[in-house]
């Protein structure tokens, strides 16, 4: 069974920064792309940043280019996304994701909600 948990959520200023993590238990951690998502409340869930299995490529939603840092650790099993410079705008509940390659497998955390507010 592949559990996706996410951890680091809180109540930040703005102009602040937040370090949130993900890890994946199961099957081998490499055969997940690894993907960051976020749904303010009102508002549709939208992609934020990505990562290949093998770590080697990232994207970022524009929103989000400059300030947000996803990194992954294959041996850790774990993937994080460092926020710098938050804004009000980026407060949402933040999921993490994976998808299993070659299958349409897909496996969501339950999600850590991240406030930026003065």
Not at 11 to 30: A, E, I, K, M, N
Not at 55 to 76: C, E, I, L, P
Request: hydrophobic share 30%; aromatic share 10%.
């Amino acid at each position: 069974q592949v559990q996706v948990v996410e951890s680091g959520g809180g109540l930040v200023q703005p102009g602040g920064s937040l370090r949130l993590s993900c890890t994946v238990s199961g099957p081998r951690f490499t055969w997940y792309v690894m993907k960051w998502f976020r749904q303010a409340p009102g508002k549709e869930r939208e992609f934020v940043a990505g990562v290949t299995s093998d770590g080697g490529r990232k994207s970022y939603a524009d929103s989000v280019k400059g300030r947000f840092t996803m990194t992954r650790d294959n041996v850790r099993r774990t993937v994080a996304l460092q926020m710098n410079s938050l804004k009000v705008e980026d407060t949402a509940v933040y999921y993490c994701k994976a998808e299993e390659i070659s299958t349409a497998n897909r496996y969501w955390g339950q999600g850590t909600q991240v406030t930026v507010s003065s």
